[in-house]
């Protein structure tokens, strides 16, 4: 496949199989890349074709039996999932009952052949000529699923904080998952399961395809994002060409165009009003719903950007006799709905237009036969000013007249030759006719073809246009994504140099001599709280903040420690321990005994900051003090002890002696 086909826009795929079956191994097709004017072909396996037709993603995959891509129904749904969404399945031949190529070919004027290759390529002709169904499974509806991603049975923790994690991520999941369909203008109903914690399940249905969803599938952790295309109950064919009725068109150009259609009845089809849309884009926008016969304009003259459009449709114009004045326009639209004065104004043009011709429209509809289409002959009445009788003639084929062949007399050759002579004059008028049509025919079909590139051209830079969009949506919710991420990093970096100036405001504290600590800060000492009088909150303490000696260290629960706790804490030589609570008889003796003041906190006043606390000089002074005076209570009390043990055992000593001088 040549490279030059992947930089084109509205790319057909024409594929007939070259080899194999799909049914078996290593099916081969004849593949021909065509954008309406370009021809590339190949020969390439399934696999191939599934991989060009993502890279490319073409308008249109064209062949003339479905079952040539799939081996059977569920095959096939599965390959209509498979395809991007901007590319549609088309079966040429027909729907059910499809035709053979080669009728449908020539019934179209396209090139055919019984090699695949030319089976393909008259396959993508047919579908860019609009013949043909488009296959399809799937519905415009996409449901969009937020569940868990893991279950709930077993957690590294405890369970119900488990379960509240995994729901509460699914919540939060579901919650981005909405805000991204709001901001790309999508319809959707919700459905959500409330479970502990948050949600076990969210269901979104979405009006749009996947193609048009800013959410793509996706498992992390415990939250699993499914995005399903609906199913339709079987497969439906669609034919790409639709039926266009002819309609009047009222039009007001200028900065804002404004495009009212009308049917031949008189009832509004559509309004359109555009600051941004060039003459192509109303073009195709018109052409869409129906065949314009009357252009119709609010003023006198036509303007000249409506007789431009006028022009393009080959259309019959009309224009009032004097410019239509505001509150006509405001009466004759009072039943229908617009948005502004340009809609009013270009409704109310189509309206007039169509009143001043109503009574010529039922008198063309009377005259019509039910066979005949009642818009194709308007249309030539109107615009190209035949009569109505004229139009039924020639749509009508001559037949004979077989009463006077049976009634042929002698006499009445006169009035045969008569005859003949009147139709032969007709014929020739006719046939005149009929060249003066082709030749218009010639003209609209040059026309139409420079038409036509030129929509070529205005549908390839939409196409280009749509994609810039859709990029530049997707940087500008990276932007709001990383602007979010860096609105909470500035958070959390002031509140991070908040607490370094405060534990700057400790550290001076805690190592300088006061002479450079401001007035109020004077007098003020730094304390150091420990969780718990154990071994593991001291060695954390240590590790946060730093232990060291003639620190003040705060016991928050000074209970349950024994001797190797205390030695460990004797060890920093503390300058006093604050505690809450009473400690143990050995961990009090340790500390005695290594002459580490202890205290009750209750008699300081301590005030925290952060993993920190400052308390006042004076009041811890007053602790060590009150400690040294019991100290020295408690050390005259066991000195006394030891005394009177010692008076005690040497009385003991010589009444033993004596008793023993008597013995002997």
Do not use: C
């Not at 008076?647 to 004596?658: G, N, V």
Request: glycine letters at 6%; proline letters at 4%; charged letters at 40%.
């Amino acid at each position: 496949m040549s490279t030059r086909t992947s930089a084109l826009d509205a790319v057909v795929f024409g594929v007939d199989v070259q080899s194999g079956d799909v049914r078996g191994d290593a099916p081969s097709y004849a593949l021909v890349a065509f954008d309406g004017e370009h021809v590339d072909r190949d020969v390439v396996s399934l696999r191939k074709l599934r991989r060009l037709v993502d890279r490319e993603e073409p308008a249109l995959l064209a062949t003339d039996n479905m079952y040539e891509l799939a081996a059977d129904k569920d095959d096939l749904v599965r390959f209509l999932g498979s395809l991007p969404s901007g590319t549609k399945l088309v079966q040429v031949t027909g729907a059910e009952r499809p035709e053979p190529l080669s009728r449908v070919a020539s019934r179209h004027g396209v090139p055919y052949g019984k090699d695949p290759m030319k089976e393909a390529e008259a396959a993508a002709r047919l579908a860019a000529m609009n013949v043909g169904h488009e296959v399809s499974a799937f519905t415009d509806r996409t449901a969009v699923k937020v569940s868990r991603g893991r279950s709930t049975g077993k957690g590294g923790w405890s369970e119900d904080r488990y379960t509240r994690r995994i729901h509460g991520n699914v919540k939060r999941a579901s919650r981005e998952v909405e805000s991204e369909l709001q901001g790309a203008g999508l319809d959707y109903e919700k459905e959500v399961t409330e479970k502990y914690g948050g949600y076990s399940r969210a269901v979104f249905e979405v009006e749009g395809t996947p193609g048009e969803i800013p959410v793509s599938a996706r498992r992390s952790g415990d939250v699993r994002v499914e995005v399903e295309r609906q199913r339709r109950d079987g497969i439906e064919f669609r034919p790409l060409a639709k039926r266009r009725d002819h309609v009047v068109v009222g039009i007001d150009p200028g900065t804002t165009t404004a495009v009212a259609v009308l049917d031949l009845d008189g009832n509004v089809l559509d309004v359109l009003s555009t600051r941004t849309a060039d003459t192509a884009a109303v073009i195709e926008w018109i052409i869409e719903r129906g065949r314009p016969l009357l252009v119709a304009a609010d003023v006198t003259p036509m303007p000249e950007t409506v007789e431009k459009f006028r022009r393009s449709f080959d259309a019959a114009g009309w224009t009032p006799a004097s410019d239509l004045p505001v509150d006509g326009k405001q009466h004759r639209t009072r039943e229908e709905g617009y948005e502004n004065d340009h809609e009013r104004d270009a409704m109310a043009a189509a309206l007039y237009a169509f009143d001043d011709h109503e009574d010529q429209f039922d008198r063309i509809a009377r005259k019509v036969p039910p066979q005949f289409d009642r818009g194709e002959v308007t249309a030539r009445v109107v615009a190209g000013e035949e009569s109505v009788e004229t139009v039924l003639a020639d749509l009508t084929e001559e037949e004979s007249e077989p009463e006077e062949e049976s009634e042929h007399t002698p006499r009445e050759l006169s009035e045969d030759e008569r005859t003949i002579k009147r139709l032969k004059a007709r014929v020739e008028r006719l046939e005149g006719h009929v060249e003066d049509l082709r030749g218009t025919i010639a003209e609209k079909d040059e026309r139409i073809e420079e038409y036509e590139a030129e929509l070529s051209e205005a549908r390839r830079e939409e196409r280009r246009e749509a994609r810039e969009r859709r990029e530049v949506s997707r940087l500008e919710r990276e932007t709001d994504r990383l602007e979010r991420e860096l609105e909470e990093a500035h958070e959390r970096n002031e509140e991070l140099e908040g607490k370094l100036e405060r534990l700057k405001a400790l550290w001076r504290l805690d190592h300088s001599n006061f002479a450079d600590v401001a007035e109020e800060r004077a007098g003020l000492v730094p304390v150091k709280p420990v969780e718990q009088f154990t071994k593991a909150a001291i060695e954390d303490a240590e590790r946060r903040f730093g232990l060291a000696r003639d620190d003040v260290v705060y016991l928050r629960d000074a209970s349950g420690a024994g001797r190797e706790t205390a030695e460990r804490l004797a060890d920093v030589e503390p300058r006093v321990v604050l505690r809450n609570g009473n400690l143990s008889e050995q961990a009090d003796e340790v500390l005695f005994e290594h002459g580490i003041p202890v205290g009750p906190a209750e008699e300081v006043t301590i005030q925290e900051v952060d993993e920190l606390a400052v308390a006042r000089e004076g009041e811890v002074e007053a602790v060590v003090e009150g400690w040294e005076d019991r100290a020295e209570d408690r050390r005259r009390d066991r000195n006394a002890e030891m005394v009177d043990r010692l008076i005690s055992e040497h009385r003991a000593d010589r009444d033993l002696d004596e008793l023993r001088g008597e013995g002997d």
